[in-house]
């Protein structure tokens, strides 16, 4: 059963890699501390948005349906998810060059490094909008 499940995995990934092509992220390592605040802040809307999921998941046994956005539209934190799409453009708009990379930053006093993707993937996801019902 193992070995199906690779197989099944490996097809499943050289699929996805055919249709989207391979992986050219590069990560930037940010150390100006203005660059530091953009990815900062929008970090801390991930993680509010992140840590209202996961309390939401859990209310929920673990089913996690009522709790992700599937669909923008269909969002149960619309504001929070807002939030995040705002400071995710605004740090675009800032930062064009993080465009299809990854960065990786450490904010002062923080022994931890943090790290947010820029994929094409993510850049089309938060530039959906929902469209207005008649």
């Not at 790290?115 to 996801?125: E, G, K, T, V, Y």
Request: proline share 3%; net charge positive.
């Amino acid at each position: 059963m193992n070995r199906i499940n690779l197989v099944v995995g490996v097809v499943m990934g050289l699929l996805l890699w055919a249709s989207h092509g391979p992986a050219q992220a590069a990560t930037l390592t940010l150390h100006d501390p203005a660059s530091v605040r953009d990815a900062a802040q929008l970090g801390r809307a991930i993680h509010h948005l992140s840590g209202k999921v996961m309390r939401c998941v859990a209310r929920h046994g673990g089913k996690s349906g009522n709790c992700v956005c599937r669909d923008v539209c269909a969002c149960r934190f619309k504001q929070d998810y807002a939030a995040v799409r705002k400071a995710f453009n605004r740090a675009l708009r800032r930062h064009p060059g993080w465009a299809g990379d990854i960065i990786v930053y450490r904010t002062p006093g923080q022994a931890k490094a943090f790290s947010i993707s820029f994929s094409q993937a993510m850049q089309h996801h938060f530039s959906e909008r929902c469209h207005k019902r008649r």
